[in-house]
């Protein structure tokens, strides 16, 4: 039987599905953000591990356990994990209904941390709450519960946000009463980042620049008279400004890290091979993680941890900005916010870490040890994925 050939028409329809059939698969999130985070909490999973297996090994408090460390940090990564899949099944508008329950229910942990006997001291902080063999840290989750209240605050006040007594003033005095609770464990660092945080988010929703300028005079005084009126802060400034003068005192830390970015050069001694973390740098799994990698993995290893905050950032500032295209204030804020979050707490630890900026207790973002802050990172970042699904939803034509 002859071929017979189909109708034009036919072939017409059948050329013009297949340009409008997409070339290849389309991205349900964002690639580089999901590669960006996991290379971090993976790289911070093998240099937690390093850092620590020293005192591990020499500790009688960890059983002169070699992974110890390395097999907690495993479990609270995965925790985080589990909690990050948990928080991404919420949609935003659900984010934005519980954003003020849970930013009261995170000054009411502040609260309960200080109460004596509830609250857990530890090299002179009180900043942790008991529960069994866990730690539970309110400050880090106040780092999530700030951006998400600052972001439904703002979306509810975008009409006064030009007034400072109506726009203004009510979040300053929140944020102002937040922040007396965290010096008083203290917490300097997480205060700065949470402060970072809420106005940053108010800034970017359009409060007056005025107002915003008026507020960087105000906090650049304010922060001046907290270090001078504490010792200990007025100490770490000293330390921080001449390392050597006291390296075995004030400047001790410091000088460390110091000498672990100068041994490790452009490519580092090697992975495992630091000498800083046997016991000369303290910390050297939380604090000052970074410095170890700048020993063993050199200058190169430093600018990738680098990229790879840095393209975090800058895909969290993407998404929130064509969460905004389409009109998802909230959803936009919120990302922009955890972008904040990232760049700002990464920025000052590695600056500690090179003697850039005075010591403080922040830890490097999805990278150090610790459970709380691992989880919450985690969870701000499911967070942020969710806002990119629903924007990738809303382009498609989809209701996500």
């Avoid at 090994?57 to 990564?77: A, I």
């Avoid at 002179?124 to 709450?129: H, I, S």
């Avoid at 204030?329 to 979050?341: C, K, T």
Wanted: glycine residues 12%; charged residues 15%.
């Amino acid at each position: 039987m002859p071929f017979r050939r189909r109708p034009k028409s036919s072939e017409a329809s059948r050329s013009t599905g297949r340009l409008a059939r997409p070339t290849g698969p389309a991205h349900e999130l964002d690639p580089l953000l999901i590669w960006s985070a996991l290379g971090l909490l993976l790289l911070g999973l093998v240099m937690v591990y390093s850092a620590s297996i020293a005192t591990a090994e020499g500790s009688r408090f960890t059983g002169y356990q070699q992974y110890y460390f390395l097999v907690r940090h495993t479990v609270f990564v995965g925790i985080g994990i589990v909690a990050g899949l948990a928080a991404f099944q919420l949609p935003m508008t659900q984010w934005q209904r519980l954003a003020p329950a849970l930013f009261v229910s995170g000054v009411v942990l502040l609260i309960v941390v200080l109460i004596p006997g509830l609250g857990r001291e530890v090299n002179g902080a009180q900043r942790w709450l008991g529960f069994g063999p866990i730690n539970l840290q309110p400050s880090e989750l106040m780092k999530i519960f700030a951006a998400l209240y600052a972001a439904d605050y703002t979306v509810r006040k975008l009409d006064v946000m030009g007034s400072f007594r109506h726009g203004f003033l009510p979040m300053m005095a929140v944020i102002l009463f937040v922040g007396f609770l965290l010096l008083r464990e203290p917490d300097f660092g997480a205060f700065v980042v949470i402060t970072t945080i809420a106005f940053g988010v108010l800034f970017l929703g359009g409060v007056n620049v005025r107002v915003f300028a008026l507020l960087a005079v105000v906090a650049v005084i304010g922060f001046i008279i907290l270090i001078w009126t504490s010792p200990y802060r007025r100490d770490r400034l000293f330390g921080f400004m001449d390392p050597w003068q006291d390296a075995f005192g004030k400047g001790y830390q410091l000088s460390h890290a110091l000498i672990a970015f100068g041994r490790g050069e452009w490519f580092g001694v090697g992975l495992g091979a630091s000498v800083e973390k046997l016991f000369y740098l303290p910390e050297a799994h939380t604090d000052f993680l970074l410095a170890v990698i700048a020993e063993e993995l050199g200058l190169v290893g430093v600018a990738v941890v680098v990229a790879l905050f840095a393209l975090l950032v800058q895909r969290a500032f993407v998404i929130g900005r064509e969460a905004i295209k389409l009109e998802r204030y909230f959803s936009g804020l919120v990302a922009q916010g955890i972008g904040l979050w990232f760049g700002v707490q990464s920025f000052i630890n590695m600056g500690v870490n090179m003697g850039l900026l005075p010591t403080k207790g922040l830890t490097l973002p999805l990278m150090s040890f610790g459970g709380s802050g691992v989880v919450a990172n985690c969870v701000a970042l499911a967070i942020l994925l969710r806002v990119d699904w629903e924007v990738r939803q809303l382009k498609r034509g989809a209701t996500p």
